[in-house]
């Protein structure tokens, strides 16, 4: 199971910096806002599974609770000055 | 290019979720000595649904719920939550914010009566974080001057 755990992370751990390609030479707005709100969904997986190997997952869960909403009001910022400037 | 338009799903999902965000704030301040998080990351929080109301509903309506003024006053009383405690302190023969002498009105003992005074100061900074929060936000979406200002200088 550890190892499984380990393999997954590292696995999202790359795929961040795949994701982060599309944030710096991605085509227009929309597909940096998505590209980024992608690199949250990751984050807050990669962080529960940490807090699976520190045995202390409802802390985690806590931390990943607020990641996810601050993920979320910052895309809808993000597309709110989309929607003033563009 | 992009048509501004009555924004519905945006609106709704926001109206559902800034009470859960709230209630989540709130269990954040509680549980701020068992588990991460405290006044601070719960004022944030706090702070931040009042973010998300201001950009999907708009300035008129947030500033009918809670205005500037509202605000200014919540983080004065946030300030004064933390220094009244930590005056009372003081009046009990106590170190500043020392907790421990608070079992003498409250009437605990005083390990409890410090488990208290922590969560009482925590309270006091969450309000204090929340109303600046959201008023350096309406200061900086607003540039400054409110629109209700600017009709009247006009």
């Known amino acids: 199971m550890n190892n499984f755990l380990i393999v997954i992370t590292l696995a999202l751990c790359l795929l961040v910096f795949v994701v982060l390609y599309r944030v710096v030479f991605g085509p227009g707005v929309f597909n940096r806002i998505a590209a980024i709100s992608a690199i949250g969904t990751k984050t807050l997986v990669i962080l529960i ?32 000055y989309l929607e003033t400037e563009g | 290019m992009i048509i501004r338009g009555e924004d519905i799903i945006i609106k709704t999902i926001s109206r559902v979720l800034v009470p859960f965000i709230q209630l989540y704030a709130l269990y954040v301040i509680m549980h701020g000595h068992y588990s991460p998080g405290g006044g601070f990351q719960g004022g944030v929080i706090l702070g931040a649904s009042m973010v998300l109301l201001f950009i999907t509903h ?46 003498k009105i409250l009437s605990v003992d005083p390990a409890h009566a410090r488990s208290l005074g922590i ?10 974080v929340m109303a600046v929060m959201f008023s350096i936000f309406f200061d900086i979406s607003t540039g400054g001057v409110s629109p209700d200002d600017e009709e009247e200088a006009e």
């Not at chain 1, 607020?66 to 597309?79: D, E, K, P, S």
């Not at chain 2, 200014?72 to 009990?92: A, D, K, M, Q, R």
């Not at chain 2, 969560?119 to 204090?128: D, N, P, R, S």
Request: charged residues 10%.
């Open chain 2, 58 to 103: 708009g300035y008129a309506e947030v500033n009918r719920k809670f205005s500037e003024n509202i605000a200014v006053l919540f983080s004065s009383i946030g300030v004064l939550i933390y220094s009244g405690i930590g005056f009372l302190c003081l009046l009990l023969l106590g170190n500043y914010l020392d907790y421990s002498k608070l079992y």
């Open chain 1, 49 to 80: 599974i940490f807090g699976y190997f520190y045995n202390r997952v409802e802390m985690f869960i806590d931390i990943s609770l607020v990641y996810a909403l601050l993920n979320f009001i910052g895309c809808v910022a993000a597309a709110k």
């Open chain 2, 119 to 128: 969560l009482g100061v925590e309270i006091g900074v969450g309000f204090a």
